[in-house]
């Protein structure tokens, strides 16, 4: 997986929610207890992906579960992974009682048919 992608597909996401919701940087980041808005600022630009504890304190302050917090990582990595049908996004909220594990395992099998694809093309253009 490429974790540096998904972590700032993740992080605008994570932007995008704070603002909807009007929360300013320097309110969240004091309510985290962080210091100063620029960690959530790296965060929010993909520099890192906050720990899971950190991740629980900001989805309770905005309002989002743990469960939505899991699903937006999932977001992002379907979207690393061009992955924008709806049909293939549902399948991953609506399929009940699927965790995230399984989730990610799917997400994983899903980047390996596309790397055998890619490693079969590289074949045969070099067969050429």
Do not use: C
Not at 74 to 99: C, H, Q, W, Y
Not at 103 to 111: D, V
């Amino acid at each position: 997986m490429n974790e540096e992608f998904k972590t700032i597909h993740f992080g605008k996401k994570m932007k995008q929610i704070r603002l909807e919701r009007g929360i300013r940087q320097e309110d969240l980041a004091e309510r985290l207890g962080v210091g100063s808005n620029s960690y959530l600022s790296d965060a929010e630009r993909g520099r890192f992906l906050p720990s899971d504890d950190k991740l629980k304190a900001w989805a309770d302050i905005m309002g989002l579960s743990w469960e939505e917090i899991e699903d937006l990582k999932v977001d992002a990595e379907l979207e690393r992974l061009g992955l924008s049908d709806p049909g293939f996004t549902i399948m991953f909220k609506e399929v009940p009682n699927m965790t995230t594990a399984e989730k990610n395992s799917l997400i994983k099998t899903f980047e390996n048919i596309l790397k055998a694809r890619e490693d079969i093309g590289k074949r045969s253009e070099a067969g050429n």
